[in-house]
């Protein structure tokens, strides 16, 4: 195990800690008894277990048994230091109640139902420092995705949305992989390489090719982005404490909602951060694949890209509201869901919804703070229009090629741009 995990108690904050709490400093950290940093995860905590304990959650370590008797942070006081275990530590985080937002390990145990009923009694006004954790939180699992997005992970086959939501969360793996060799790939590269790509998977499921066949054999360096990123988005959203709650026809009916919207706000905030003017993926390409009529589509594409870069551009979103807004989105209810599903989702919207008002009036004031939350908030409508532009989209290019996408594709696509409804 990593020796950051034995971050002292006193090291200082770093990060998205713009907002620290200067009122508790006689508080102490209800795991370790040192001076508290005000509140995190919902108990007053020092800087080192609040670390600690998000780290556990969001790499889902699992640490080996405790060598004593499990008692390590049992009786400490401010003289009797606890001992240097991991195991205990994690245990005495759950003890004094430490709750996060995102979960890993779904410790079915006696834990989980004091955590889901710690979490339905979270209000974000508790403390200021709530929203630094959340941020924190967000932007770590922010970054998983980008790592998955350059890696070397290239799966031949996208599963359909039931699997998706039905398998363990995968993002903690992100680290596992490689980064792709070879990026950025020029235009004429990319187009290439997905014309190869697909007639690839197009040969494995005609079964001209071996189905264990893999994508290296062929040099190939690009990914289909569009399921990919689909696959990403559900991922994301599995993390959610709340998403566990749900049934499974409402998990099912949610990410049909927000799936693309999802998506199509982190490929655009990343083309942004990246100085773009229009979407890119992140080999470099600036368009799809390949498409027969190609100028046409691509000028479609374009017109398309640069309506939802715009406000982001023009606007200037920071990486904070960004992340705000994009766990707002995942919880962009619909009437699909049972009234029971929209209730936790809604739930869930309206708290990411405060962190961000929050947010706003803490980096703007008072007077532009509440311009600003609704100028963030727009975006939304903007990536609806972007979705249904998308669909219509895709709608025409099946018509005019619909030979062109692998199988395992369509299936995903067509769930989650709901082009067979
Ligand atoms: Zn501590
Ligand atoms: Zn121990």
Redesign the pocket.
């Known amino acids: 195990m990593s020796s950051e995990d034995e971050e002292p108690c006193s090291s200082t904050t770093e990060g998205f800690d713009f907002m620290k709490n200067e009122n508790d400093e006689t508080q102490l950290c209800l795991v370790c008894l040192k001076p508290a940093v005000g509140k995190h995860y919902k108990v007053p905590a020092c800087h080192g277990c609040k670390s600690f304990f998000r780290r556990a959650i969001l790499r889902n370590i699992i640490y080996p048994?405790?060598?004593?008797?499990?008692?390590?942070?049992q009786n400490i006081s401010i003289t009797n230091r606890?001992?240097k275990?991991?195991?205990?530590?994690y245990?005495k985080c759950y003890d004094v109640g430490m709750v996060a937002y995102f979960l890993y390990d779904r410790r079915k145990s006696e834990n989980g139902m004091k955590l889901i009923e710690s979490v339905s009694r979270f209000g974000i006004r508790d403390d200021i420092t709530i929203i630094d954790d959340l941020i924190s939180d967000l932007s770590d699992l922010d970054v998983k995705i980008s790592e998955y997005r350059v890696s070397k992970f290239n799966p031949i086959k996208h599963p359909d949305l039931e699997t998706l939501i039905k398998s363990p969360n995968q993002l903690h793996q992100a680290t596992h992989f490689e980064k792709m060799p070879g990026w950025p790939l020029s235009q004429e590269e990319f187009i290439q390489q997905q014309r190869r790509l697909i007639e690839i998977k197009i040969r494995i499921e005609g079964s001209q090719l071996p189905a264990e066949t893999k994508l290296e054999q062929f040099d190939i360096k690009t990914k289909e982005w569009l399921p990919f990123d689909m696959m990403m988005a559900v991922e994301f959203a599995k993390t959610f404490t709340f998403f566990d709650r749900l049934e499974f026809s409402d998990k099912l009916a949610l990410m049909k909602k927000s799936t693309f919207m999802s998506l199509a706000l982190t490929t655009a905030f990343n083309s942004y951060k990246a100085k773009m003017g229009i979407i890119q993926t992140p080999d470099g390409a600036c368009i799809s694949g390949p498409t027969r009529n190609e100028q046409a589509v691509r000028h479609f594409e374009r017109v398309m890209s640069l309506r939802i870069m715009e406000p982001l551009i023009r606007d200037k979103f920071t990486i904070p509201e960004y992340l705000l807004l994009k766990a707002i989105v995942v919880c962009n209810s619909a009437s699909t869901l049972s009234k029971h599903g929209q209730r936790i989702v809604e739930n869930e919207k309206n708290k990411f919804g405060k962190a961000l008002l929050e947010y706003c009036f803490l980096q703007y004031g008072k007077k532009e703070g509440g311009a600003r939350y609704s100028k963030i908030l727009n975006y939304i409508d903007v990536l609806e229009h972007y979705q249904r532009d998308f669909r219509d989209f895709m709608k025409t290019l099946q018509i005019f090629t619909p030979n062109l996408i692998p199988e395992s594709r369509r299936k995903l696509q067509n769930e989650v741009l709901c082009l067979e409804e």
Request: glycine share 0%.
């Open positions: 048994p405790c060598k004593y008797e499990a008692q390590c942070y606890p001992q275990c991991r195991f205990c530590r245990q």
